[in-house]
């Protein structure tokens, strides 16, 4: 069975400081993988999307960046952060074809201080 | 943007009530899906229907779609206290797996 792994579950890091959170998945080929941030509980947010390796779509311009160095890999980073970069940070994959629903990990909640 | 849109912001009821909730959305899509949220935790798929489809099941959970109305609902039969959550519609449109959520809907179920 696939499974999606999303470390750290909690963050807390200072203004300015780099940012690296990673997320993969296992039993599975070639997923679409996406990293997304959820405000206050509240909605999603699309931050960026992959269908594969070194293929990255940024959806909204920020001060983060995405990578996904391997098949099952998803890495999200900032060189420098911002108190705005606070939030619940949701990894998620899906298999690679329409009409098919995501599968999300745990989410690491980020604490920009 | 967000596309969908629930309907209530919240919902509160009492165990064996059903609970329904609303989504409208803005554009064509080419599916809808119903996630779940536990609190401080990932969301869960619950249902997908697809832009041909007008009523779908799954356990005690029953969608429909109006895609005339751009509209959507979620009836949760028989609830439950475990049932309590937030509940989001999310829209598929043109692209591969990307969806685009609403601002969900927060469920009390009380024992």
């Known amino acids: 069975s696939q499974t999606i792994h999303q470390w750290p579950a909690t963050l807390v890091q200072p203004v300015g400081s780099p940012l690296s959170l990673e997320c993969t998945v296992e039993?599975?080929?070639?997923?679409?993988l996406y990293w997304y941030r959820q405000a206050a509980g509240r909605g999603l947010q699309l931050l960026f999307y992959?269908?594969?390796?070194?293929?990255i779509s940024s959806e909204v311009p920020q001060n983060l960046s995405a990578s996904r160095p391997q098949d099952r890999q998803f890495i999200l980073s900032s060189k420098k952060l911002l108190l705005s970069d606070s939030g619940f940070y949701l990894c998620?994959?899906?298999?690679?074809?329409?009409?098919?629903?995501?599968?999300f990990g745990n989410g690491t909640r980020l604490t920009v201080t | 943007s967000q596309q969908g849109e629930e309907d209530p912001q919240a919902l509160s009821i009492q165990e064996g009530e059903n609970a329904t909730m609303n989504c409208s959305y803005k554009?064509?899509?080419?599916?809808l899906q119903w996630y779940r949220q536990n609190s401080g935790r990932g969301l869960v798929h619950l249902i997908l229907?697809?832009?041909?489809?007008r009523e779908k099941h799954s356990g005690r959970l029953r969608v429909t779609l109006d895609t005339s109305k751009k509209s959507s609902s979620l009836l949760i039969t028989a609830s439950r206290a475990a049932d309590t959550a937030s509940y989001f519609c999310?829209?598929?449109?043109?692209?591969?797996?990307?969806?685009?959520f609403g601002q969900g809907t927060i469920l009390t179920v009380h024992p």
């Open positions: 998620a994959w899906s298999p690679p074809y329409r009409n098919s629903p995501l599968h």
């Open positions: 039993g599975t080929s070639n997923p679409n």
């Open positions: 992959s269908v594969g390796i070194g293929q």
């Open positions: 554009t064509s899509i080419n599916n």
């Open positions: 229907i697809r832009s041909n489809e």
């Open positions: 999310a829209t598929g449109a043109t692209s591969y797996g990307k969806l685009t």
